[in-house]
């Protein structure tokens, strides 16, 4: 009787247990939690149209006869406002949520227009090397001399000044992204850079230039896939940083018009009212930016730690 042979291939589940990443995952509590919480955040903030109570875009829902209502348990609330109303009378949960849904998208447009620019010009950098490589990086040296806001409020400005006066609340978003964006692609140059660097003196790269591939090749084939677990670090606490910045931004009243909810213009908008004991327009949003950005920046530490191979 011939034995047949035996198959010992590792399934995908199995492979996906023996991961280092995801056993690092499994046992770090604060991990899980903070990837629970950001998952219920950006589920919830996309899922606005569907669980929202109201919508405050549309004009049939709102009643300024409603406007500045306490928390539906405070004194003065109403049952079908769960925490309460703002000045022109949107249910607070409804525009958090619709708020919450424009912050992160402007955060992610932000990070992944700041990622690919600062990515592309890393990896020329570091590859190409000589006059190419100076010029870039000295000009990255002296973006990263200004900070970051105010760089990011001249950016918005400037966007702003050249576009006509009767679409700048339309484009305003845009604007935003592209100022938040332009900010922070130094960050992701320097990490790409120094990646590739690294790469570039390795053995496949150098037997790809033997062959006569062309360079373009080598670095969007060879180079570019082995410098994204750096960058996807960088991109997870940018995001954090990016959210944190748009709410900066329509704070100072250089975001998004306050006629768009999100959470920095809720902030704002409720900042006014603050001292007239109307708390609530203002601390909701608040908590709702702080517990998403915190669970964020969280799950950011993590994945430095679990990518980093020498703290494994």
């Not at 960058?231 to 998004?256: D, K, N, P, R, Y």
Request: glycine residues 8%; proline residues 6%.
């Amino acid at each position: 009787m011939t034995d047949q042979p035996i198959n010992i291939t590792p399934s995908r589940w199995q492979r996906l247990k023996d991961n280092d990443i995801y056993w690092s995952f499994i046992n770090s509590p604060g991990a899980m939690i903070a990837a629970a919480i950001t998952l219920i955040c950006i589920v919830a903030v996309f899922s606005a149209p569907l669980i929202a109570p109201f919508n405050p875009f549309d004009p049939s829902q709102i009643s300024l006869w409603d406007g500045k209502l306490p928390p539906a348990w405070a004194e003065g609330g109403q049952s079908q406002y769960l925490l309460g109303t703002d000045n022109q009378g949107r249910d607070m949960l409804s525009t958090i949520l619709y708020g919450g849904r424009l912050s992160v998208l402007v955060g992610i447009a932000a990070v992944c227009l700041g990622m690919v620019l600062g990515v592309s010009l890393g990896v020329i950098s570091g590859y190409i090397g000589g006059a190419t490589d100076a010029i870039i990086m000295r000009i990255a040296d002296v973006q990263l001399t200004i900070p970051g806001i105010l760089l990011a409020i001249l950016i918005n400005g400037i966007g702003r000044a050249v576009l006509p006066i009767e679409v700048r609340d339309e484009f305003a978003i845009y604007v935003v992204i592209l100022a938040i964006g332009l900010t922070d692609w130094p960050q992701f140059a320097r990490v790409a850079r120094g990646a590739t660097l690294v790469e570039a003196n390795k053995e496949y790269v150098q037997a790809a230039r033997v062959i006569g591939l062309p360079s373009w090749l080598i670095m969007l084939r060879h180079i570019l896939p082995n410098t994204l677990r750096p960058v996807l670090v960088i991109a997870t606490i940018g995001l954090a940083l990016a959210i944190i910045a748009e709410a900066t931004l329509s704070f100072l009243g250089q975001g998004i018009p306050p006629t768009t909810p999100s959470l920095g213009t809720l902030i704002r908008v409720g900042n006014e009212y603050l001292f007239s004991g109307l708390w609530w327009i203002t601390f909701f949003p608040a908590i709702a930016l702080v517990v998403l950005v915190f669970a964020v920046n969280l799950l950011g530490d993590w994945m430095r730690d679990a990518l980093n191979p020498k703290l494994r």
